[in-house]
């Protein structure tokens, strides 16, 4: 890793964009690719100069108006918007957390727990942290979402699939509801003054921008969790979960159990997870 990935990062998405991306012309021949320094200078509404400092290393520490502009005019993807700020974090010397009295979400898992695990093999079921961070899984849990590429993260992170991952609204149909709900829950966690879940809201705030700034923006009310979720899997269609949660570890955790909601999508886990059919039985939600 160089000591300028901020710069390098920013140039390299310049130069991958064409002016007609931006709606600019194109202009006379180019001998550099992408767009010119002082065409994304004049989208994002900055100097030359100044964006100049900004792709050699010499200012390593701009505002986050200045890193929105510059992911705007980019046309940044909701995951390229989270590399830059973590780019931006670690330029301007501000790498990770200094909580107070607070403590960082909970990422091990009790030797109980993953023997309960173990034995719900293998239905869809998962440990998630107050982060929504998924820190144990079952692999009939990885077989159902990791086609749908909420497990992509380190760790995954069901709040930042929904939404600053694009594949969140297919995998969702009911992706506003959903995105209600789980923005219902970070708000409680920051409510409660934690600082992870605020470092969280800052994240997607610039990642995710409107979508989930107004839901934060709503009178605070409970999470309400629907009784049935539908997930449209690539390989096994259109499924029905119902969802059981139990605390663990005074809430510090929580287990998600995934079940089937109709016989159909009993019978498409069956196929998923490879047991024999008529092994997970449908609830009635």
């Not at 990770?96 to 093999?121: I, K």
């Not at 409107?210 to 269609?237: D, I, K, N, W």
């Not at 016989?263 to 939600?285: E, F, I, K, N």
Request: aromatic share 4%.
């Amino acid at each position: 890793m160089s000591d300028n990935e901020l710069g390098a990062f920013l140039r390299a998405r310049r130069e991958a964009l064409k002016p007609a991306d931006v709606g600019l012309p194109d202009g006379p021949r180019r001998r550099t690719p992408g767009l010119r320094r002082s065409e994304l200078a004049t989208v994002a509404g900055l100097s030359v100069e100044y964006l100049t400092r900004l792709e050699q290393g010499r200012d390593r520490n701009p505002s986050m108006q200045v890193l929105t502009a510059l992911a705007d005019a980019l046309r940044m993807t909701p995951e390229e918007r989270i590399h830059l700020r973590s780019l931006n974090k670690i330029a301007s010397g501000a790498i990770g957390l200094c909580p107070g009295a607070g403590h960082g979400p909970a990422r091990t898992v009790r030797a109980t727990v993953r023997a309960v695990l173990d034995r719900l093999e293998p239905a869809p079921a998962a440990v998630v942290n107050r982060l929504s961070e998924v820190v144990a899984r079952t692999t009939g849990h990885e077989r159902l979402f990791g086609p749908v590429g909420l497990l992509d993260g380190d760790p995954p992170n069901m709040i930042k699939y929904v939404f600053a991952d694009v594949r969140a609204r297919v995998a969702f149909p009911d992706w506003d509801r959903v995105a209600d709900e789980y923005a219902a829950a970070l708000r409680l966690e920051v409510g409660q003054g934690d600082e992870y879940a605020a470092e969280l809201v800052s994240e997607l705030s610039f990642a995710a921008g409107e979508p989930f700034t107004e839901r934060l923006s709503r009178p605070p009310e409970p999470p309400r969790m629907a009784a049935v979720e539908r997930l449209a899997h690539p390989q096994a269609g259109q499924l029905r979960l119902a969802r059981e949660v139990l605390e663990l570890d005074d809430g510090e955790l929580r287990l998600l159990i995934y079940l089937p909601a109709d016989a159909a999508t009993s019978a498409a886990l069956d196929r998923l997870t490879g047991r024999h059919p008529g092994a997970l039985r449908a609830v009635t939600a």
